[in-house]
């Protein structure tokens, strides 16, 4: 157990739809990273956080979006919901906000777009 | 071109032998990361390394930064290492991970 919780653990929703997943990092953690794992593109990058601002961004569709709250736990908005967003969705954090800091993933969130 | 590279794409290795999984990027980095990812999703960080080489029990990794290669050797291997090992170096010009497509370790008894 790394210490990192996601919820749902699994999600099923229609196109056009609109998801909210949750992240909450180790007790300590001041940063968060989301990561999104598809079939044909792999492990992606998605975005960072660090006590509570974005630090780095990747290849963040712009049909989504994320925040960090002053509890640090982040939340990963996916809107306009496509087939292809159907993914693995990890999050991770570490203790400071630098990237080659050591990372604790959670269990991640199966998403299901039909 | 892909930015990273790795391989084997697939390993079949007997317990007990000794196996080595390499990396070999494009682009410039300032560390890079180790990943296992279990058969059931789970991912776990096994080493992040910038230079030289660190070693946790029978796992070793060694990274050259200059030469743009990284390995990761499993000493004794063992079916609890079946798994897919990923690597990903990080950029040199910010926090952003790029991802190999990953090797699939199995290990049989």
């Known amino acids: 157990d790394s210490g990192v919780t996601q919820t749902p653990k699994h999600l099923i929703t229609a196109t056009g739809q609109r998801v909210t997943l949750r992240c909450s990092p180790r007790s300590g953690d001041l940063s968060v990273y989301w990561y999104q794992q598809s079939l044909d593109q792999g492990l992606q990058f998605l975005i960072q956080?660090?006590?509570?601002?974005?630090?780095a961004k990747g290849n963040i569709l712009e049909r989504f979006s994320a925040q960090q709250f002053p509890d640090l736990h982040s939340e990963l908005n996916l809107s306009s919901l496509e087939l292809g967003d159907s993914a693995l969705y990890f999050c991770a954090s570490s203790r400071e906000g630098f990237s080659y800091n050591e990372q604790f993933f959670g269990p991640g969130t199966r998403l299901t777009v039909l | 071109k892909n930015e990273v590279e790795q391989s084997p794409q697939n390993l079949t290795a007997q317990e007990g032998e000794f196996i080595t999984i390499n990396c070999s990027y494009s682009?410039?980095?300032?560390?890079l990361h180790w990943l296992q990812q279990h058969p059931g999703g789970g991912i776990v960080s096994l080493f992040m390394l910038s230079s030289g080489k660190k070693k946790h029990g029978r796992l070793i990794a060694t990274i050259n930064i200059q030469e743009k290669h990284s390995s990761l050797h499993i000493t004794a291997s063992h079916p609890r290492d079946s798994a897919v090992y990923i690597c990903a170096p990080l950029l040199n010009t910010g926090n952003q991970f790029y991802f190999g497509t990953g090797t699939s370790l199995t290990v049989i008894p």
């Open positions: 682009v410039g980095i300032s560390a």
């Open positions: 956080y660090y006590n509570g601002e974005e630090r």
